[in-house]
């Protein structure tokens, strides 16, 4: 009898706070960010795979570099993500370079609005030199 109880105040308690871990911080205010640079490591062929794709802002006067993994299923059509038509979510942000789109950040996350317009957390990274396009988001990225 003891077990199921615990289980069930077990439960409650892990979702009552997994909605507060994926928000962006109330407290962090909504700044105005240019996008300067974008680009990806796209899983070709891949069964149940994750490609990533990396973003370069421009916000507060500071360049933030941020990415999000995005399970992929392509292994029949190179072209196609098999697995956005079952979950929408699922598919990466469609900014361009130059858009500027409203964003917030900590120290360790950046929240944007994706494709479908829920929120999306990209995680700072700035080990991955990737960008092509922009100098600055080159010059931000601490090479080891």
């Avoid at 360049?63 to 292994?75: A, H, Q, R, S």
């Avoid at 598919?91 to 494709?115: A, C, F, M, S």
């Amino acid at each position: 009898m003891m077990k199921p109880v615990c289980t069930f105040f077990a439960f409650v308690f892990f979702a009552s706070s997994v909605p507060c871990s994926f928000a962006a911080a109330p407290d962090k205010p909504q700044v105005q960010a240019q996008l300067l640079d974008r680009n990806e490591y796209s899983c070709a062929n891949c069964f149940f795979g994750a490609s990533t794709y990396y973003f370069c802002f421009e916000a507060d006067n500071k360049v933030l570099i941020g990415y999000e993994k995005i399970p992929t299923m392509n292994w029949i059509d190179p072209n196609k993500d098999w697995l956005t038509r079952v979950h929408k979510s699922w598919q990466p942000n469609q900014t361009t370079e130059g858009q500027t789109v409203p964003l917030r950040y900590d120290e360790k996350h950046i929240w944007l609005t994706g494709p479908t317009g829920k929120q999306v957390r990209l995680t700072q990274d700035y080990t991955t030199d990737i960008f092509i396009n922009n100098q600055q988001c080159r010059a931000a990225v601490k090479k080891k």
